[in-house]
């Protein structure tokens, strides 16, 4: 993860989500603006994919950015990686 969370951008920092699984990733109502500008909306970072694959494993990690939309301020880092065999298959989110 390249940047940590601006802990004055959100709500809350690390928040307790349980099981919630967002397709974007972003936990939106945790947002409280930008402390660079004032901003209101962000916007994620094109994602940087990894894939590892063989004949047994197939990996792919992901990592992208929360940015605020007016001036870019990296308002959190997201991980995220899924694994899969021929038994089971993995999910790991990081956000920083």
């Known amino acids: 993860v390249d940047a940590p969370m601006c802990r ?45 694959e063989d004949e047994d494993t197939y990996e792919e990690e992901t990592e992208y950015d929360h940015v605020c939309a007016t001036c870019g301020h990296v308002v959190a880092s997201h991980w995220h990686k899924f694994a899969s065999t021929e038994t089971a298959r993995r999910w790991v989110m990081a956000c920083a």
């Open 8 to 52: 004055a951008c959100v709500k809350e920092a690390f928040v307790d989500r349980r099981t919630t699984c967002l397709e974007t990733g972003a936990y939106l109502a945790n947002f409280a603006g930008c402390t660079n500008c004032g901003g209101r909306e962000a916007r994620s970072t094109p994602p940087r994919v990894d894939v590892d």
